[in-house]
T-cell receptor
Framework: GAGVSQSPSNKVTEKGKDVELRCDPI?????LYWYRQSLGQGLEFLIY????????KSGLPSDRFSAERTGGSVSTLTIQRTQQEDSAVYLC???????????FGSGTRLTVV | AQTVTQSQPEMSVQEAETVTLSCTYD???????LFWYKQPPSRQMILVIR??????QNATENRFSVNFQKAAKSFSLKISDSQLGDTAMYFC?????????????FGTGTRLKVLA
């Protein structure tokens, strides 16, 4: 597509439920990133996918968080047994090559009540 | 570990005037990239300007320019002829070229308000 598409735009879930956030990157971009932006804080790296290489999961805050990228395109970030501290905006970005800068999506605002 | 510091949480500027946003960073690397991103209320992060550390010339994009001082580890953003549409959060970001991941280290942001 023309840009990075994320869905849903907003998600309200009850504490303890699982959620899935979707990211559709720009066609042809081999690198895909997930970041988390908590209220009043900067952006925190979560996970990175590059082509067929093993993902860099070093930013995932706990084992309740996981992500996959199917067919080198669409990615899904899954949060299991959501907690209130998971409330944040989750931003996805894609890049054609390292160092060139990312194109970000508009994010998913997750609210855990 | 690399860190990025934006010491101005909020700033305001009159329309048509010039404003400078500060950013300092800490790294032991010699080759890296620096970026400024703009985040309007729509939440989408928009790339404003990019600087490669090995280039001495300061990057410029229309009304946006940077003052890159490598020895001082400083990377400030100058916005000339400020417009109402420049109102947004501005994030400074560092990217290492060594890790192979090309992930950003972001500062905490500066909220800029352009006044009519």
């Amino acid at each position: 597509g023309a840009g990075v598409s994320q869905s849903p735009s907003n998600k309200v879930t009850e504490k303890g439920k699982d959620v899935e956030l979707r990211c559709d990157p720009i066609s042809g971009h081999t690198a895909l990133y997930w970041y988390r932006q908590s209220l009043g804080q900067g952006l925190e790296f979560l996970i990175y996918f590059q082509g067929n290489s093993a993902p860099d999961k070093s930013g995932l805050p706990s084992d309740r968080f996981s992500a996959e990228r199917t067919g080198g395109s669409v990615s899904t970030l899954t949060i299991q047994r959501t907690q209130q501290e998971d409330s944040a905006v989750y931003l996805c970005a894609s890049s054609l090559e390292g160092g060139s800068g990312y194109t970000f999506g508009s994010g998913t605002r997750l609210t855990v009540v | 570990a690399q860190t990025v510091t934006q010491s101005q949480p909020e700033m305001s500027v009159q329309e048509a005037e010039t404003v400078t946003l500060s950013c300092t960073y800490d790294t032991s690397e010699n080759n890296y990239y620096l970026f400024w991103y703009k985040q309007p209320p729509s939440r989408q992060m928009i790339l404003v300007i990019r600087q490669e550390a090995y280039k001495q010339q300061n990057a410029t994009e229309n009304r946006f320019s940077v003052n890159f001082q490598k020895a001082a580890k400083s990377f400030s953003l100058k916005i000339s002829d400020s417009q109402l549409g420049d109102t947004a959060m501005y994030f400074c970001a560092f990217m290492s070229s060594l890790s192979g991941t090309y992930k950003y280290i972001f500062g905490t942001g500066t909220r800029l308000k352009v006044l009519a």
